[in-house]
């Protein structure tokens, strides 16, 4: 629900109305009777009252009348009618009347109150409630629910078992109310003869002596409290706040004297502060001027432990003796904002420090203090570097120059071998790149030696008092430095040489290497390619590869120049070795392929060369017979899945079309048969041509889109439709007989159902039928055609078949003479004529019904009348579909 948001919240917000959760049922009942109840202790003064809370306020009258009573207002005139739109008018003039009164509404509108919403209504009267019965309510500087809740704890604090800490489960042995009132009407009850076990007649007692003597009504029910394990929050708090405003007067006595009191205590309270302020602000001036000069001597020692002393007095000043301090001075700000803060709101006069004591003196007598101790810190670090300086560099130059010397021991030596003369190339290498380690090992010392060096002339800046030796030492490790120099460039000059004369052979095996590796794949793809066993389906595939074969080995002349070059590379490196003395140790390093192997891989890729020929000739020869059987199935397929076709759409004219008597239908159908049955050869050869096909594991054909099974079906299909057909006409003939009607009404049946038979697909459909029913005089309802439904459809299958119809039809025609009707009466309005003009039907019926009637024909009427002309069939669709005309 909505929250009020007035100038001071008398809410917390876990106790505002929620509007996404439903209430509990128990609480529910219990706020609509609470609510109704306060409601009525406001109505009746104006002479009414509501019964139901969630109907009675829906036009908004009531509850605008409500509000003037509580308010003592008068509101926007109300609107008096009884329509949705007044409703909501008069409830937004209310809503808005409350949102006047400083309280926000969320979430809550006009429309769900007067659509009766019962948890909008309790939350719109509870908000009322908050606003003009609890708000005000104001104890000890609390107000709203806590002032309320502290007013009953005051009131109920002398009374034994009771305990109020809350508004609902505090209230539940109705101690709580029945103390209340003894507190302020001792002799409506005897408070002592009430237990706290029977909590049913404490609640009664106290809701009738409240409604009898208090004029409070009876809000609550005693059943509800105790059934339910946790009462209704808003409901008790409803309750209680009748109670507060009934002793309201006696309260605010209680009030005044409370606050005098407030005032004596507040007043002696700033005595006091202002005591504690004058002698802490003493105490604290006088340890700032003691500890100033301290911090002010600047007098400096000879020896590192000795400002090391200094330093550590300075930390114990810091840890132990400052900090409190700081919090006095802290202390003492607080106290004399506090104090300040107090005299304004009781309206006296500011306090001002004697002079010299004022916080602002205090601030500069800090600041100072805090002046003296940075410089005095700032001296004493100052002081102790420049000794830890003096130590720090000599025995960061000892430490250098040992970590030198001890690096540079052996170097000379290392560098004056000649380990490389009979070294393979990647053995050169390797001693390549470890002297080139070393020269860039050599280059990062560079800047230990300039380091050295630095710290020694600093040393001597600062006049070091060993700085003879420390000379000494930096002008052997420069010398050192600049011999390792020249040594390092000697040694790289000669590696370089022997690396190039290997470079060459290395590069040629390089190159052997990579022409090698690829031609070697090739190879080894062309044999697995050659000996790859293919599967084709076509002979567009065996004749793709066949393509691919002759491509393959018109790129053999190219394969054999690139094997003649790659083993001229391997002659040449066999040459340089031979010229020039070379020790190369090993095979090549960069491949496991050798020269006898490549010649080994290449004639044996000329080997299977004619045998894939061989195999590719053959499977052309098969795939050309599989074509052959292709076609020949696929010649007879076309014919035959045509053919098949072509009959069932004759069947199907034949079963649909009127031509001749039943005998002469069937006697064509019989011919059909016949001729269908002779076809039967046909079907045999092309399952032969099918069983050739399967035998040569043939799984496609792109000849014909008919396959085997497809003819199969459609080969049963028509004998089953042909078969059908003809015992139709034969039950036709059992009817015709056996009912005794004649040829001309059979054809007559027939054209009616081909007339509504609108898909021409031999069956009507359920809808189709019923139109054709009422074609013919039939006034159905929906259990009447249902009817009819399960005799011609017994299956239920959603359609009507023509035999179902005519046996239908002859079973009705024997009670009924509807065709008979129908024709008298197309005669009669036609005269002369085959059919009826539009204007004629206006002339003879009523206007309304021969529009209707004109429209119900439209449909029906045949593509060869003449305009505005309706025949026989629209007429009788028309005519008897309606049973008013």
Known sequence: MEEYDGDSAYMPQEDDWDRDLLLDPAWEKQQSKTFTAWCNSHLRKAGTQIENIDEDFRDGLKLMLLLEVIAGER????????????????VNKALNFIASKGVKLVSIGAEEIVDGNNKMTLGMIWTIILRFAIQDISVEETSAKEGLLLWCQRKTAPYKNVNIQNFHISWKDGLGFCALIHRHRPELIDYGKLRKDDPMTNLNTAFDVAEKYLDIPKMLDAEDIISTLRPDEKAVMTYVSCYYHAFSGKQKAETAANRICKVLAVNQENEQLMEDYEKLASDLLEWIRQTIPWLENRMPENTMQAMQQKLEDFRDYRRLHKPPKVQEKCQLEINFNTLQTKLRLSNRPAFMPSEGKMVSDINNAWGNLEGAEKGYEEWLLNEIRRLER????????????AIHEAWTEGKEELLQKNDYEKASLSEIKAVLKKHEAFESDLAAHQDRVEQIAAIAQELNELDYYDSPSVNARCQRICDEWDSLGDLTQKRTEALQRTEKLLETIDQLYLEFAKRAAPFNNWMEGAMEDLQDTFIVHTIEEIQGLSTAHEQFKATLPEADKERQAILGIHNEIAKIVQTYHVNVAGSNPYTTINPQEVNGKWDKVRQLVPQRDQALIEEHSRQQNNERLRRQFANQANVIGPWIQTKMEEIGRISIEMHGTLEDQLTNLRQYEKSIHNYKAKIDQLEGDHQLIQEALIFDNKHTNYTMEHIRVGWEQLLTTIARTINEIENQILTRDAKGITQEQLNEFRASFNHFDRKRSGIMDAEDFKTCLISVGYNLGENEFSRIMSIVDPNRMGVVTFQAFVDFMCH??????TAD?????????????????ADELRRELPPDQAEYCIARMAPYTGPDAAPGALDYMSFSTALYGESDL
């Open 75 to 90: 509101l926007a005139k109300p609107e008096r009618g009884k329509m949705r739109v007044h409703k909501i008018s008069n």
């Open 812 to 817: 009705e025609t024997a009670d009924t003479d």
């Open 821 to 837: 009707q129908v024709v008298a009466s197309f005669k009669v309005l036609a005269g002369d004529k085959n059919y009826i003009l």
């Open 390 to 401: 003096l130590d720090h560099l000599a025995a960061k130059f000892r430490q250098k120059a």
